[in-house]
């Protein structure tokens, strides 16, 4: 009986040995597989629609395009007239408001995402409480490229130029549109579409 003990008690010391040791034996890594950085997001712009609408931009008349853009907006959405029948002074305010969005966005062709969309849609935001319909955003988008074009020289760069501004416009209006359908922080009460833009201007 005891050399059957001996017997057992030797195995066990020896599987207990053995697992010990493999206990402590370095285990080989599990490979992770890591999550890929995403890739940098291509502008929505290149390079060269940038400089094809800085160029035609700079060639546009700034004491005409404002009311072009309005008269071009209300022919293609008249309903859009009454959203302008405020005052005497509201449509030649917006017809400025038009120029000068449309200098920052100019200015801002670069990195649109990161330094337009946030004041465009602060301005929508601005915009919500007067049931702007999504057809009159995009009147609007449309009003800039039919208005821009008509300073726009003829020739092999005309409709590169004219998409580029397609671009440009409904990359405005898409955001602008978007942005009205969200209730604006009535916390902050003077913070009024014009005000946001004198800020996006100022900056």
Not at 19 to 46: E, F, G, M, Q, V
Not at 47 to 61: A, D, G, M, P, Y
Not at 129 to 138: L, V
Request: charged content about 20%; some cysteine; overall charge positive.
């Amino acid at each position: 009986m005891s050399t059957i003990l001996r017997n057992i008690f030797q195995k066990r010391s020896m599987n207990n040995a053995s697992s010990s040791r493999n206990h402590l034996a370095p285990r080989p890594l599990r490979r992770c597989r890591s999550a890929s950085p995403a890739p940098p997001k291509a502008p929505l712009l290149t390079t060269e629609q940038q400089n094809l609408i800085k160029k035609s931009w700079q060639r546009v008349s700034k004491a005409h395009i404002g009311k072009s853009i309005y008269q071009k907006m209300t022919s293609k959405s008249p309903d859009s007239k009454s959203l302008f029948l405020v005052d005497y002074s509201t449509i030649s305010r917006h017809e400025r408001y038009f120029i000068d969005l449309i200098q920052t966005a100019v200015e801002n062709l670069t990195d649109m995402e990161k330094a337009l969309q946030p004041w465009l849609e602060m301005i929508g935001k601005g915009h919500s409480g007067f049931a702007i319909k999504s057809k009159d955003w995009d009147s609007f988008g449309e009003a800039i490229v039919t208005a821009v074009a008509e300073w726009i020289l003829p020739g092999k760069q005309h409709r590169e130029t004219i998409r580029a501004w397609m671009l440009l416009s409904s990359f405005i209006s898409d955001r602008l549109g978007a942005a009205s359908q969200r209730p604006l922080d009535t916390s902050n009460h003077i913070c009024t579409p014009r005000i946001q833009l004198l800020t996006l201007i100022s900056t």
